[in-house]
C-alpha cells in the first residue's frame, strides 16, 4: 500500500488554473492506478479523473471533461491534475487515491488515500 500526500491547493479566480501534485512513496507506484476525487461540505466524494498504472488509460467526470488533465510521472511517483478553466463549482477539497484496478472510478475501488487539499475558484 502506497503513503499519498497531495499538494498544490489554493485560492484562484474563476477561469484560472492550478496543478495539484500526489507524492507517493512505497513500492510499485507504477502498478498501481491513480485517481483524483473531490469533496464540498456535506456532499459525498466525487470522481474526478483516473489514470492506469501505464498511463494508457483515463477517465474524467462529465463535469471536468476538458478542462481537467490527469497525468503521472512513475520517475518521481507523483500524479498530477491540471485544472484549466476553473468555475467556483471546481471549489472543494481535491483528495488523491491509488487503486490496484486497471480502470477505477467508484471509491470503494481506491484502497489508498491522501489527506486532501482546498481548492478554492472565487467569483
Known amino acids: 500500500q502506497v503513503q499519498l500526500v497531495e499538494s498544490g491547493g489554493g485560492l484562484v479566480q474563476a477561469g484560472g488554473s492550478l496543478r495539484l501534485s500526489c507524492a507517493a512513496s512505497?513500492?510499485?507506484?507504477?502498478?498501481?492506478?491513480m485517481g483524483w476525487f473531490r469533496q464540498t461540505p456535506g456532499q459525498e466524494r466525487e470522481f474526478v479523473a483516473s489514470?492506469?498504472?501505464?498511463?494508457?488509460?483515463?477517465l474524467y467526470a462529465d463535469s471536468v471533461k476538458g478542462r481537467f488533465t490527469i497525468s503521472r510521472e512513475d520517475a518521481k511517483n507523483t500524479v498530477y491534475l491540471q485544472m484549466n478553466s476553473l468555475k467556483p463549482e471546481d471549489t472543494a477539497v481535491y483528495y488523491c487515491?491509488?487503486?490496484?484496478?486497471?480502470?477505477?472510478?467508484?471509491?470503494?475501488?481506491?484502497?489508498?488515500w491522501g489527506q486532501g487539499t482546498q481548492v478554492t475558484v472565487s467569483s
Open positions: 512505497g513500492r510499485a507506484f507504477s502498478s498501481y492506478s
Open positions: 487515491a491509488g487503486s490496484y484496478l486497471i480502470t477505477p472510478r467508484a471509491e470503494k475501488e481506491f484502497r489508498s
Open positions: 489514470i492506469s498504472g501505464s498511463g494508457g488509460t483515463t
